[in-house]
């Protein structure tokens, strides 16, 4: 495939739907931080066919998972809903696992945010707890409300992974909209980061050849102050640069 040289690599970012106005729509945050680490936004329309969303793809040298205010179908990862399972978007679960796919496919640089992480497990084989508050004995306040960016609680992250080293602390503090959490890992997943009632913040695939990232927390809120939040769209912006130079190919030069 040839493609033309253009500085800012192309970021797809999957949508989300308002049922209620039948719209796709997405916050502008995701966008504006993708753009200041130096890529080009891309908005992928949640429509679930296989040859549109190749399509879209084949164009693109990274993937942001955005996080929604819809939760993962679980009987996607076997299980019953629970009575606080929160609303269910069919279309928003089947058009992000056919962007997984093509991304495992093509290996193509991920970075996948809250709701993003979760589609991420499950399209593994992971699962999920549904409720945290319910479920997980002596939880934190995973909800904080607004204002949203504010970071709430701290995060421990594990030693020699890509997480640590992008971010180049153990201790951070972040911020958290979620009442849903990883529960088992998927395949060729690892967790990175926990907090203190052991829930899980952050997981990556550890193999060498590919940039799969994935946290539970939302960077793209407060990005400009927050040196973490910079750092990980930095070097997920970095890596998609990377792929689409190793890709270019010039076009020669007629005699």
Known sequence: MIKTMNKRPRIGITMRIEHVTDRFYLSRHYSEAVEAAGGAPVHISLIPNSEYIDSVVEGLDGILLPGSDSDVDPLRYGQQPHPELGSVHTSKDETDLLVIDAVERRRIPLFAICFGMQILNVSRGGTLIQDIRSQVTDAIKHEQGIPRGRPSHRVRLSES??????????????????????????????????????????????????????????????????????????????????????????IPTPA
Not at 184 to 205: F, K, N, Y
Not at 212 to 232: I, K, R, T, Y
Request: aromatic fraction near 8%.
């Open 161 to 250: 992974t890509k997480l640590s080293k992008i971010v180049g602390t153990l201790d951070a503090v972040v911020n958290s909209h979620h009442h849903q959490a990883i529960e088992s890992l998927g395949a060729d997943l690892v967790a990175t980061a926990w907090t203190t009632d052991g829930v899980i913040e952050a997981m990556e695939d550890p193999r060498p050849d590919r940039f799969v990232m994935a946290v539970q927390w939302h960077p793209e809120l407060g990005w400009e102050a927050d040196v973490v939040s910079q750092q990980l769209f930095k070097s997920f912006v970095k890596h998609a640069a990377q792929r689409r130079e190793s890709e270019f190919e010039p």
